[in-house]
């Protein structure tokens, strides 16, 4: 049974930082390359950043490239993702898709 | 950056009757590898979003085969043979072929 448990998510000010997690099990997780993308309120979906399997190639949209950072641990089957210098455009619900799979999303609030 | 244009935005149909959803994408989606990297994502209504379809046409596993992808190049189509209640949602297209990726915009499907 694939199981995906997500964390790190929550409300912060402008300027500040967050490190979202999302670990998983059931499934062949290094065999994947995965996303973070996100969605905010009655919005569409929206590509964030992606790690290929290994880890050693990522890939950022423009909105976010210099703050946010993604990488994994395939030793531990977890996809993080560090997200700095953060401002109220980010806020939104941030989904892992962990290539076959999907996170249930984590929410992230961004307001002085 | 690669422009997804989903037709129509928003569909009504009848349980049982089918629907088609088309996807066109402002470049060819054909990767070096030789793949056509062309992703179906369904989102029903407050729930995560949820992969269909991979690849243009190979149906993830757990999903019924009233669901087909097809296409190639630059357009694409999602059908559902057979609409059930449980297909109300917003299903997206999604390529994932040049950077950044992106999505459609979304179609909403809802049932008479």
């Known amino acids: 049974e694939v199981q995906i448990f997500e964390s790190g998510g929550g409300s912060v000010q402008p300027g500040g930082s967050l490190r979202l997690s999302c670990a998983a099990s059931g499934f062949n997780f290094n065999s994947y390359s995965m996303s973070w993308v996100r969605q905010t309120a009655g919005k569409g979906l929206d590509w964030v950043a992606s790690i290929d399997t290994s880890g050693d190639i990522k890939y950022y949209g423009r909105s976010v490239r210099g703050r946010f950072f993604v990488s994994r641990d395939n030793s531990k089957d977890i996809l993080y993702f560090e997200m700095n210098h953060l401002g109220v455009e980010d806020t939104a619900i941030y989904f892992c898709?962990?290539?076959?799979?999907w996170g249930q999303g984590i929410p992230v609030s961004v307001s002085a | 950056d690669v422009v997804m244009t989903q037709s129509p935005l928003a569909l009504s149909v009848t349980p049982g009757q089918s629907a088609s959803i088309s996807c066109e994408s402002s470049?060819?989606?054909?990767?070096?590898?030789?793949?056509?990297?062309l992703n179906w994502i369904q989102q029903r209504p407050g729930q995560a979003p949820r992969r269909l379809i991979s690849k243009v046409s190979n149906r993830d596993s757990g999903v019924p085969d009233r669901f087909s992808g097809s296409g190639s190049g630059t357009d694409f189509r999602l059908d559902i043979h057979g609409v059930q209640t449980e297909d109300v949602g917003v299903y997206y297209c999604?390529?994932?072929?040049?950077?950044?990726?992106?999505f459609g915009q979304g179609t909403r499907l809802e049932i008479k």
């Open positions: 898709d962990l290539g076959r799979y």
């Open positions: 470049a060819g989606l054909v990767h070096t590898d030789g793949d056509t990297y």
């Open positions: 999604m390529q994932g072929v040049h950077w950044p990726y992106s």
